[in-house]
């Protein structure tokens, strides 16, 4: 009955529930009396510790410690916990209140760069000379940092520790990722004279090619250097061979160092934009980024130079190299050079790890892949110990309001320190409740003990299974493919706008709807499960059959446009992993990876044929230039 009355959702409303979300909201518009009044209602209730964080968040810099540590004491089953102590921290920080501050920083589960900054200034009054060089990588953040980071910046720059290269060096990580403002700002710390012009860099953040046509630029001074390389590296992001042109005729007038940074930059742009001749422009570039050594492999990979994909891979930081992409394509590199016993040492412990990469590693050593067995099932009363915790009780509470974020919050904080079998309970608890992301997401921390019947959950089957085979779709794919959208969440919303299980845009929505025939077609009808899947499926035949009916591009265009997924098409034969691994969004990049590699577990358990990867993969043959689908990217 509870599971029956917790899934009807807003059509259960149990006692408190609207005192608690007027709360909720007094706290939100910042009414104390109104949050008061509702307060004195929820004595006792099971979400009370929400109402006395709003209650002491509101009046926090009254409040004295004593109330503050009491709370903390009080919840620390909660998240509510961390939170309000992340608030303190930083209203102790901003007061330089040093000794309450230093006794409760130790207790703080999370980094926040501002309180980061706040425990560098108490360090810094009693050893400046341990704590500036702590302090200095600070600096190289190519990003807005708060009030709180400023002073160390001071005492970097009173203690002689920001020279005018390091200030340089931070304007051009500010203009790489775009932040021209912030850039102006730091370059304000140059001295007098020796900045560019803030007209200038704003000029050719909207027309580099504009700026360069012109030639209007004194290459005499580093402002002046500085600015031409900021316009060649905007204009590489667009047109890398234009800017692989103009840098040639500038490129004398340059240090040998900034010729070297900017032919890193040209050579990285031109590579996301798979232009042939990017490993030539990385060639003449000098010590690269890890992030610049990726896309010089992957350069490498789709022009099959394996010599370079090594290269690439060995010269990365141990961090990355150690990733299972660059384990694996370095296997991949040893065996095409002939090494087999080097690259079957990297793929037989990459074998065993439940990803993308493992399971090509596992089909190149001649494996199948497998679900593995599951060993443990929690019982009854593995279910009923879990279920009576406090964190989880106030988790599931807060789902039935609808409060997803809280509750997300709530749900990873109690789980954060359950060994497999626990984890493996709450899953359980999850599924029951109908809450499948949370069975998903906690399902997959375990480290030994596996359910992937919970892991690969295929709830709707009575709707996925019609509509995949009245389009003869492949329902693993579909399956794997909604896991990564919504994790079956049917209200699920994006950022972006994407709504339901299947994440259609209102545009895609309206035109797979007037396909369709749908009549009086409402985009508040999105949620409902049989017209979302009905929408999706067709939307994702539509792009299949446009794309030739290769998967790989097919997940790549649900996700990025089928547009972008053409042109990322090679101009010759290609493995399909390769393609993949290739895509220049990484979020798109990642997303296809775990679409194919869910495939092919749910295969699995839907008892379905089992295909291979690489079979699901394919091998991508070059875009026909006269065939162009019906749909662009915005239908």
Request: proline content about 5%.
């Amino acid at each position: 009955m509870i599971l029956l009355l917790f899934a009807a959702g807003a059509a259960y409303s149990a006692p408190g529930d609207d005192d608690f979300l007027a709360a909720r909201e007094a706290y939100r518009v910042g009414n104390a009396a109104r949050l008061e009044k509702h307060a004195a209602r929820l004595k006792g209730h099971l979400l009370e510790p929400y109402v006395d964080y709003w209650r002491l968040a509101m009046r926090l810099e009254q409040a004295s410690p004593e109330d503050v540590r009491a709370f903390l004491a009080a919840n620390r089953d909660s998240p509510l916990s961390e939170r309000l102590r992340n608030e303190w921290l930083k209203l102790l920080g901003k007061r330089e209140q040093w000794d309450p501050f230093n006794a409760e920083l130790p207790l703080l589960a999370s980094d926040d760069i501002e309180i980061t900054c706040y425990a560098l200034r108490s360090r810094l009054r009693i050893n400046p000379e341990a704590t500036l060089p702590e302090a200095r990588p600070l600096w190289f953040v190519a990003r807005d940092l708060p009030e709180s980071c400023t002073p160390l910046f001071n005492a970097l720059e009173a203690a002689g520790m920001l020279s005018n290269d390091a200030l340089w060096m931070r304007v051009r990580l500010a203009l790489e990722a775009g932040h021209v403002s912030l850039a102006r700002r730091i370059a304000e710390w140059l001295p007098s004279g020796l900045a560019p012009e803030p007209a200038v860099l704003e000029s050719i953040a909207s027309n580099p090619a504009g700026y360069l046509e012109r030639q209007k630029f004194n290459l005499k001074s580093r402002a002046g250097r500085e600015t031409v390389m900021f316009a060649v590296h905007r204009l590489a992001r667009i047109a890398p061979q234009r800017a692989a042109g103009y840098l040639v005729k500038l490129e004398a007038q340059l240090s040998q160092e900034e010729r070297a940074y900017i032919w890193g930059m040209v050579g990285y742009l031109g590579a996301m934009r798979h232009d042939p001749e990017a490993l030539g422009w990385l060639e003449r570039a000098g010590d690269l980024s890890d992030l610049q050594l990726a896309w010089k492999a992957r350069a490498a990979l789709r022009a099959r130079n394996w010599p370079e994909v090594l290269a690439a891979i060995n010269a990365m930081t141990g961090k990355e190299s150690a990733n299972s992409a660059w384990r694996y394509w370095k296997a991949r590199a040893f065996k095409a050079l002939g090494r087999q016993e080097e690259a079957e040492n990297l793929l037989k412990p990459l074998a065993a790890e439940f990803n993308f990469y493992g399971q090509l590693a596992l089909e190149d050593l001649g494996g199948r892949i497998a679900v593995p067995a599951t060993l443990y099932k929690p019982g009854p009363e593995d279910l009923r110990t879990v279920g009576q915790l406090k964190g989880l009780q106030r988790a599931l509470a807060l789902y039935r309001l609808n409060l997803r974020t809280e509750a997300n919050r709530e749900w990873i904080w109690a789980i954060r320190d359950f060994d497999d079998k626990e984890l493996l309970a709450a899953a359980e608890l999850a599924r029951r409740y109908e809450l499948y992301d949370r069975a998903i997401n906690t399902a997959e921390r375990t480290v030994a003990l596996h359910d992937f019947s919970l892991r690969y959950l295929a709830p709707y089957r009575d709707v996925l299974k019609v509509r995949t085979e009245e389009l003869a779709l492949d329902e693993a794919w579909v399956y794997g493919l909604i896991r990564q959208e919504s994790r079956f969440i049917s209200v699920a919303k994006s950022h972006a706008g994407a709504s339901g299980l299947m994440q259609l845009m209102p545009g895609t929505a309206r035109w797979v709807a007037r396909k369709l025939g749908l009549k009086d077609w409402r985009w508040s009808q999105v949620s409902d499960i049989d017209i979302n899947v009905s929408l999706g499926t067709y939307y994702l035949k539509h792009v299949l059959d446009s794309l030739d009916g290769y998967p790989v591009l097919a997940s790549a265009a649900y996700n990025a446009g089928p547009g972008r997924a053409r042109a990322w098409r090679p101009e010759f034969m290609m493995e399909g992993a390769i393609y993949a691994e290739t895509i220049p969004f990484s979020e798109t990049r990642d997303y296809v990876k775990k679409v194919l590699a869910n495939a092919s577990y749910y295969s699995q358990t839907l008892n379905q044929p089992m295909q291979t990867l690489r079979q699901r993969l394919g091998v991508v043959a070059p875009r026909q230039r006269d065939k162009e689908p019906s749909l662009g990217d915005t239908p």
